[in-house]
């Protein structure tokens, strides 16, 4: 769970709102347990005062319909992640049309163009999380663009017959390599 930037996103939500009261922060997927059987969240609620969870739901894992659910109902999505390979989740919620912020490193730039598609931050600093949703938030017609862009992105670049074509040209090269 560290790896997934949670502390960073925990950071930075009482800046996103200290602007809009009423923002809700949902957190879904498991739970991870240290060898010692500690909870990563539990350590997050012991290690943060109460102020930091205001707002805060902790899901868990819950079954994919209802992420996809959840995508539908979300204002911005926010994936913090420190390391990640081509996460699906990002992948899911720019299908969804849903304004994303995801990381500038690893497969950042290669999922999104940032401004265009989504908006790419450094997701170890929690005032450039929090500027990134504030940007979302405060520019509803931006969100509303990039959201759309980022769907249509989505369903071009990663439609079933590119991307079968382009494993068959791989393995042709492959082949011709031989």
Not at 96 to 101: E, F, K, T
Not at 130 to 153: D, W
Request: hydrophobic fraction near 35%; glycine fraction near 6%; proline fraction near 5%.
């Amino acid at each position: 769970m560290k790896k997934r930037g949670h502390a960073n996103f925990l950071e930075a939500f009482p800046l996103v709102r200290d602007e809009f009261p009423d923002a809700q922060l949902h957190y879904f997927g498991r739970d991870w347990f240290f060898p010692n059987g500690d909870s990563y969240i539990e350590g997050l609620e012991k290690q943060y005062d109460a102020s930091y969870f205001k707002n805060v739901t902790f899901h868990g894992n819950i079954p994919r319909e209802k992420l996809m659910e959840a995508y539908a109902q979300c204002v911005v999505c926010v994936f913090p992640s420190h390391m990640d390979t081509q996460g699906l989740v990002c992948l899911e919620a720019m299908l969804m049309a849903r304004p994303v912020v995801f990381t500038q490193y690893g497969p950042g730039p290669e999922t999104i163009e940032d401004g265009v598609s989504g908006v790419l931050c450094d997701v170890y600093q929690h005032k450039a999380i929090a500027h990134a949703i504030l940007r979302y938030l405060k520019e509803p017609t931006f969100a509303k663009q990039l959201g759309e862009k980022a769907r249509s992105m989505v369903k071009e670049k990663y439609a079933t017959n590119r991307i079968l074509e382009q494993n068959l040209n791989f393995y042709r090269k492959l082949k011709q390599q031989e």
